[in-house]
Antibody, heavy 115, light 107 residues
Framework: EVQLVQSGAEVKKPGESLRISCQGS????????ITWVRQMPGKGLEWMGK????????NYSPSFQGHVTISADKSISTAYLQWSSLKASDTAMYYC????????WGQGTLVTVSS | DIQMTQSPSSLSASIGDRVTITCRAG??????LAWYQQKPGKVPKVLIY???TLQSGVPSRFSGSGSGTDFTLTISSLQPEDVATYYC?????????FGPGTKVEIQ
């Protein structure tokens, strides 16, 4: 059974760093790109970027380029989304999804940034 | 970046009604178009990919059509469990932009 399991909810202060994870199982992790999607409270889905776990090649949305970093460790079937300096506006649910179109999704990681 | 638009932004229909949602891409995207359903408080779920291919396990009352720039998601007979927000997404080239969503309610 294909599964994407994300790390748990986080509460952080502005300016802090954070890395959240997405572990795949039930399939060959290097064979499918992983996408990250943001959903701010009460808002729609926003595509942030993707990574090819086989070679760690990434693409970012211009809206997120420079503010987040997507990485992956294929040896442990895990993709990551990280921030070096969080802002209050980063408060959102973050989803990982498999494939260019998300055929499987993680359960979501709620990130709350508040002073 | 290619922008995606959807119409209507919301709709209210009766059980058994045929419901149609349209999605338009700002530029040619061939058939690299997916449709998602997101129920309140739940994870999005893919319904259709490649514009018209039904994802395994999705009820056959859902169908997709279109190519190029104009696409349609149709629910042939609306059911109570179809109350959700529906999003289109293009994946022809990065960024894989989502449409703004269409909220479907029961009248």
């Amino acid at each position: 059974e294909v599964q994407l399991v994300q790390s748990g909810a986080e509460v952080k202060k502005p300016g802090e760093s954070l890395r959240i994870s997405c572990q795949g199982s039930g399939y060959s992790f290097p064979d499918y790109r992983i996408t990250w999607v943001r959903q701010m409270p009460g808002k729609g889905l926003e595509w942030m970027g993707k990574i090819d776990p086989s070679d760690s090649y990434t693409n970012y949305s211009p809206s997120f380029q420079g503010h987040v970093t997507i990485s992956a460790d294929k040896s442990i079937s895990t993709a990551y989304l990280q921030w070096s300096s969080l802002k209050a506006s980063d408060t959102a649910m973050y989803y990982c999804a498999r494939h260019d179109y998300g055929d499987y999704w993680g359960q979501g990681t709620l990130v709350t940034v508040s002073s | 970046d290619i922008q995606m638009t959807q119409s209507p932004s919301s709709l209210s229909a009766s059980i058994g009604d045929r419901v149609t949602i349209t999605c338009r891409a700002g530029h040619f995207i061939s058939n690299y178009l997916a449709w998602y359903q997101q129920k309140p408080g739940k994870v999005p779920k893919v319904l259709i990919y490649a514009a018209s291919t039904l994802q395994s396990g999705v009820p056959s009352r859902f169908s997709g059509s279109g190519s190029g720039t104009d696409f349609t998601l149709t629910i042939s007979s609306l059911q109570p469990e179809d109350v959700a927000t529906y999003y289109c997404q293009k994946y022809s080239s990065a960024p894989f932009t989502f449409g703004p969503g269409t909220k479907v309610e029961i009248q």
